[in-house]
Nanobody
């Protein structure tokens, strides 16, 4: 099991940018596929992005493709989500998650989750 802590959320105007970070402890991240998800109250969790254990492959949800970029630094045990051209509909709690690298980049199979960080985009 790996412990995950997100940071970097906040309030930003539409069109602005934020960078979220996820710090891991307990185990090295190098054997995990990492993902970001988001959720608004009353709705299910939405897949945002995933990155392979090596960082060579990424996968994005349709709603953020071209605006968000996921990256990782295995030496620092961190995963980041750069969010550009933010829209009010990006407002949500954002969660970092981890799963075995064997499960690929799909949106399923994540077993370790952080507590989330709130992102609010004003119009």
């Amino acid at each position: 099991q790996v412990q995950l802590v997100e940071s970097g959320g906040g309030l930003v105007q539409a069109g602005g940018s934020l960078r979220l970070s996820c710090a891991a402890s307990g185990r090295p991240l190098s054997t995990y596929t990492m993902g970001w998800f988001r959720q608004v109250p009353g709705k299910g969790r939405e897949f945002v992005a995933a990155i392979s254990w090596s960082g060579d492959s990424t996968y994005y949800g349709n709603s953020v493709k071209g605006r968000f970029t996921i990256s990782r630094d295995n030496a620092k045990n961190t995963v980041d989500l750069q969010m550009n051209s933010l829209k009010p509909e990006d407002t949500a709690a954002y969660y970092c998650a981890a799963k075995s690298w064997r499960l690929g980049l799909s949106s399923e199979g994540y077993v370790d989750w952080g507590q989330g960080t709130q992102v609010t985009v004003s119009s």
